[in-house]
């Protein structure tokens, strides 16, 4: 099976840039997705394709993907960003549809 | 305005049966795929299965945890669909979203979840 890898936790003060990575064999060819999640709530796609941003999701998340590694970035972390963010992609083969673990924000 | 519903959740027993239901609205559902996602009590989100659009045939795939256990099937004039749950498991328990997506933009709207709990 396929595996993508997160932090279990990120935690930065607001106005800081937190980045949340993601690694897994395949992202060098296959696509990352970024999802919020708020407690309770949910899940929101955040970013979609490594690094495009749909309607109405603050500029201040973006997306990035080198190699191995995919990462979200939001710039200027806002209390109301905390949340728990999950990566998702396939493998090479686009057999196996995975999340990653799950990282859990904390803005404070 | 683009939604989900899920509905069909409930308390079974292990071994037993459980049908969810997934009705859509504001968008043309033959067009895209919808996802199933669950995500067991304190833990991550785990796909579940897809059902492809009609373009793509409404091919449907599953995880390997629930393949020969879980059907889904749609109806295109009732704008829904369904979730066949069979030999249910304690670790099947969780909230289950159904999720709307398309080949750039996997999942880009959610339901709120129904709850599924397998018990004795």
């Known amino acids: 099976s396929y595996e993508l890898t997160q932090p279990p936790s990120v935690s930065v003060s607001p106005g800081q840039t937190a980045r949340i990575t993601c690694s897994g064999d395949s992202l060098p060819k296959k696509y990352a997705y970024w999802f919020q999640q708020k407690s309770g709530q949910a899940p929101v796609l955040v970013i979609h394709?490594?690094?495009k941003r749909p309607s109405g999701i603050p500029e201040r998340f973006s997306g990035s993907s080198s190699g191995t590694m995919a990462s979200l970035i939001i710039t200027g972390a806002q209390v109301e960003d905390e949340a728990d963010y999950y990566c998702?992609?396939?493998?090479?083969?686009?057999?196996?549809?995975?999340f990653g673990g799950g990282t859990k924000l904390t803005v404070l | 305005e683009v939604q989900l519903v899920e509905s069909g959740g409930g308390l079974v027993q292990p071994g037993g049966s459980l049908r969810l239901s997934c009705a859509v609205s504001g968008f043309t559902f033959s067009d895209h795929y919808i996802d199933w996602v669950r995500q067991a009590p304190g833990k991550g989100l785990e796909w579940v299965g897809r059902?492809?659009?009609?373009?793509?045939?409404?091919?449907?795939e599953y995880v390997a945890s629930v393949k020969g256990r879980f059907t889904i099937s749609r109806d295109d004039s009732q704008n829904s669909l369904s979730l066949q749950m069979n030999s249910l498991k304690i670790e099947d328990t969780a909230v289950y979203y159904c999720?709307?997506?398309?080949?750039?933009?996997?999942?880009?709207?959610w339901g709120k979840g129904t709850t599924v709990t397998v018990s004795s």
């Open positions: 999720a709307r997506g398309s080949d750039s933009s996997p999942m880009d709207v």
């Open positions: 059902s492809r659009n009609k373009a793509n045939r409404y091919i449907t």
């Open positions: 998702y992609s396939t493998d090479s083969s686009g057999d196996h549809r995975v």
């Open positions: 394709e490594d690094i």
